[in-house]
Nanobody
Framework: VQLQASGGGLVQAGGSLRLSCAAS????????MGWYRQPPGKLRDLVAE???????NYADSVRGRFTISRDDAKNTVYLEMHSLEPDDTAVYYC?????????????WGQGTLVTVSS
């Protein structure tokens, strides 16, 4: 599985950005797609994820400001980010996971930098 992310950049506080991530490869069989982020000097944490059934999960810090969606026909996941804050500055990583029988296999994109200026 290969993940190609795009859409990062520099934005002022209060602005918006949209991230996209397209999955490709043989036997995708992906159950969950999502976004994680890693701020400078910190660990990588979940931002939002969405299952094939459309169930979403958000980090508390972004709930109400970010919206995750997916287009299964295009094997693409999107992250709409609004009311961006300087604390949202991070490298954002696309994630795709195959979950079977309680086991999870994760795939990662290359990361896209989001910088929010104050």
């Amino acid at each position: 599985v290969q993940l190609q992310a795009s859409g990062g950049g520099l934005v002022q506080a209060g602005g918006s950005l949209r991230l996209s991530c397209a999955a490709s490869g043989r036997d995708l069989d992906i159950n969950v797609m999502g976004w994680y982020r890693q701020p400078p000097g910190k660990l990588r944490d979940l931002v939002a994820e969405i299952t094939t059934g459309g169930i979403t999960n958000y980090a508390d810090s972004v709930r109400g400001r970010f919206t995750i969606s997916r287009d299964d026909a295009k094997n693409t996941v999107y992250l709409e980010m609004h009311s961006l804050e300087p604390d949202d500055t991070a490298v954002y990583y696309c994630n795709a996971a195959r979950v079977r029988s309680g086991m999870r296999v994760d795939y990662w994109g290359q990361g896209t930098l989001v910088t929010v200026s104050s």
